[in-house]
């Protein structure tokens, strides 16, 4: 069994911190949804929290963007493929019932395609769909008069918050998800390990 290096140390770096902000948005968010779950004694200072590291997300964003725009990583590894579509059945039948057999995976990671069919379609979801979505939604509400008249032509405030929330559970389902297949690993910690030191087995 050999080690690909797939992850570079820029991506590696911006994975922990962006893990960091959206874990710090999860709990400040829950308290602004549930006052009664007291994280942080000060209200206001919780509001405070969620707006600017819900700012720290958009630049987390606009980094990763950029930096596979510039790489050509997304063309690489986000963009499904024919072949993707072929090989989900395959994908599907691995994670279901293989694994819990041991059987070997059919999916290779390499440089140039990192990241399984299942894979690409969460992470192209997640980045190109709902990251935006909750980034944008949450822009507006950080200054609701600033953006009144765009809060206006989605349908008002409570639209506006019905899109955030959603958004936010939807990350939510998908970060439980994602700490459940970073452990589906050789050994429980075999993934976690790759981003951290770039190879993966």
Sequence with gaps: MSNVYLHPL???????????????????GLQLRVPSIQIISNYRA???????FGY????????????YLVTGGIKKHYIIRIRDIKAMPNQIIYY??????GRKNPFDPSPDNKFNPLQKLAYSSVMFIFTPIIAFTG???????MFFSWIEAIGGIRVLDAIHV???????????????M????KRFYTHIKAMITGYEQ
Excluded: E, Q
């Design 46 to 52: 919780v509001v405070l929290i969620h707006k600017y």
């Design 182 to 185: 970073a452990t589906l690993g």
């Design 96 to 101: 279901s019932f293989n694994i819990f057999k």
């Design 139 to 145: 822009v507006m509400f950080s200054d609701i008069l």
């Design 10 to 28: 820029p991506i590696r770096i911006w994975h922990w911190l962006n893990a960091f902000i959206i874990f710090v948005l999860i709990l400040t």
């Design 166 to 180: 959603a958004a936010a559970y939807i990350f939510v389902f998908y970060l439980l998800v994602h700490l459940y």
């Design 56 to 67: 720290a997300m958009c630049l987390s964003f606009l980094f990763w963007l950029i930096y």
